[in-house]
């Protein structure tokens, strides 16, 4: 991509603040950017590199006002950070997808794949099995009988879908992903385990990502649920019958027990665990290494093992930290009445 500043503009709904003739061919982050690259400042953290940022072009919010000289040009906008997200979306959009099925590879008899589709190398698509349009499957992944993928889809390298399972449109499940393996079922039997056969399925809904070596298994009966909008980060582990809501984000390594429900818009941080079968209400926000036991209702932000409220936590933290003081007092104070005895 190659535009001017007043081009971008112009494209974004912005203003330009300096030079609307500078052109930009690339982006970078703000520390590291070049003479050419289009970068952004949303993160207030990071306000003391636009004076000495290299790069051409920097969005900034059209209240910002600096301190010192800024050197690049700026295009104010609304939101820095969701106009970048919708130029790169752009420039990724222009991308060439592939097409075509590469050999060697396994499509089921009676499968009919529509002419837009790309199925790579070592890929296998099991019988009675539905895929949607403009949908790519890259190399070494399973896609096993009756399952249905909607439009849009990008199924990344490695990528394991199990049988029955369900995914819906415009959807991207990252290399190493597991869809619909066994829940943990297991009953206790004289002393022993038996295995308790996992008949249900995965439903994927639309729009949704799935990070690399994500699992997700299938129901013991009926489906695991993840709805329309979830981001799912690396290594996330979801447990059988588990629900999660509309739109809601999870960092990396978070665990989910069996049947917990999740609900909508929830922000988890990374290595938060679920207990199983509770229910999780709408719009809370939870802190990295949070532990989950019991329900929680909404719009509340936590954090903690278990879990209280962030600001009770941030108090907590301060308590400690003056523990050994504490201590030393209380130690002071029994020393001076014995003496006083």
Known sequence: ????????????????????????NNFAKIEEAKNGCLTFLANPLYTHYIYSTEASVVLVRKDFVPENHVGATMVRVDDPY?????????????????????????VSEGVNLPEDVYIG??????????????????????????????DNCIIYPGVKIYHNCVVGNNCIIHAGVVVGGDGFGFAPENGEYVKIAQIGNVVICDDVEIGANTTIDRATMGSTIIHKGVKLDNLIQVAHNVEIGEHTVMAAQVGIAGSAKIGAHNMVGGQVGFAGHIKVGDNNKFGAQSGVPNSIGDNNSVIGSPVVKAMDFARQTVYMKRLGELFKDVASIKKELANNK
Do not use: W
Not at 13 to 22: I, L, Q, R
Not at 82 to 106: C, D, M, W
Not at 123 to 142: E, F, L, M, R, T
């Open 121 to 150: 190398a070592f890929a296998y698509v099991g019988k009675n099995a539905k895929i949607g349009k403009n949908v790519c499957i890259y190399p070494q992944c399973y896609i096993g009988d009756n399952v249905s993928i909607g």
């Open 1 to 24: 991509m190659e535009i001017t500043a007043g081009k971008l503009a112009e494209l974004v709904g912005g203003t330009v603040d300096g030079d609307a003739n500078v052109v930009i």
């Open 82 to 106: 969701a106009t970048l997200a919708t130029l790169l979306n752009f420039v990724a959009s222009q991308q060439v997808r592939k097409h075509g099925i590469e050999q060697p590879s396994y």
